[in-house]
């Protein structure tokens, strides 16, 4: 029963036959759930595809765009995203990003979530994915290593949820909005522009708005600058330019939209990324992947 880091190393001239052979072996694995490291590098997309177990990817290093058609979610480091089992997701990797996989099977335990949701990774569960990456994988777990992953486990319903997911409404004419305004994000945007676009009332596009999207324009206006902040402020860009570029009249006020998301400030929550990846590798990032696939 190999490690998860010593299956399928990089050395495969063929990424497509390599993500295949991938899939092929976690299909074929047992075990209620199995842990998976991978290095990316800055760029890298891994298409659509899908699991028949749910998966939970945590980002040690980078951030990672996990796009499927309900919308698209940004997973930070010291975050993880909660793909359901059968979801096709695509993924796109922003920066060098060191990703760690646990692929859950469905009714695992009770509790897990039914949905896509971005959560926030404790040091608890950080340390037991870290953990789990060096058992062996792809079979049952008894002693110490069955009592990591089952205590793993039972600590993902426990996961706080954060308010990084975009999701697009089914409405084309909204969905083109919304898709404009990723492309150029303004705090300034509002209900009555929106509704006087698409030629509704401001009644029926809030009602319509948020029945598809299960948020008002304010918050998904401001997750979707959240979005477009978090790649700059990883890759270091000063708070002031971002808030600028950004179309915020000052930088108090976007770092109060920034703790009222995120309930910290953008210096203090990308410094608590930071350390979160602190005795983590930086990723020598080689010509083609390492570990298996997203």
């Known amino acids: 029963m190999p490690h998860g880091n010593e299956i399928f190393k990089a050395g ?7 993500h295949e052979r991938r899939w092929q072996w976690l299909e074929q694995a047992v075990g209620p759930a199995v842990a998976l490291p991978t290095e990316y590098p800055d760029g890298y997309h891994v298409p659509r595809h899908r699991h028949s177990r749910s998966q939970l990817l945590h980002a040690l290093v980078g951030v ?11 997973v930070p480091p010291d975050h993880a995203m909660w793909i359901p089992a059968g979801t096709e997701h695509s993924v796109e990797m922003l920066g060098d990003v060191s990703m760690r996989s646990v692929y859950v099977m469905p009714e695992a335990i009770p509790g897990l979530p ?17 953990e789990s990456e060096k058992l ?17 486990l039972h600590e993902i319903p426990n996961l706080p949820e954060r308010p990084l997911g975009l999701p697009f409404p089914s409405d ?13 994000p303004s705090p300034h945007a509002t209900i009555d522009e929106w509704a006087d676009i698409v030629g509704m009332s401001r009644r029926s596009f ?4 948020h029945r598809q999207t299960g948020l008002s324009l304010s918050t998904w206006r401001q997750q979707a600058c959240l979005f477009a902040a978090l790649p700059r402020l990883a890759d270091g860009e000063p708070i002031t330019r971002v808030a600028l570029d950004l179309g915020y009249d000052s930088v108090p006020a976007f770092i109060t939209m920034f703790k009222r998301m995120l309930g910290a400030s953008p210096r203090g929550y990308m410094r608590g990324a930071r350390d979160a990846g602190e005795g983590v590798r930086r990723p020598n990032v080689p010509a083609r992947l390492e570990g298996p696939v997203a």
């Open 12 to 18: 495969d001239s063929d990424l497509g036959q390599l």
């Open 136 to 152: 062996p994988q792809g079979g049952e777990l008894e002693g110490r290593g069955g009592l990591i992953m089952s205590l793993l």
């Open 114 to 130: 039914e949905g896509l949701r971005v959560v926030g990774v404790t040091d608890l569960m950080h340390s037991l994915i870290v």
């Open 64 to 74: 990672v765009l996990v796009t499927t058609r309900h919308g698209r979610w940004m």
């Open 172 to 184: 084309p004419r909204l969905a083109a909005l919304c898709r404009r305004f990723v492309a150029a």
């Open 206 to 209: 809030t009602r319509s708005f």
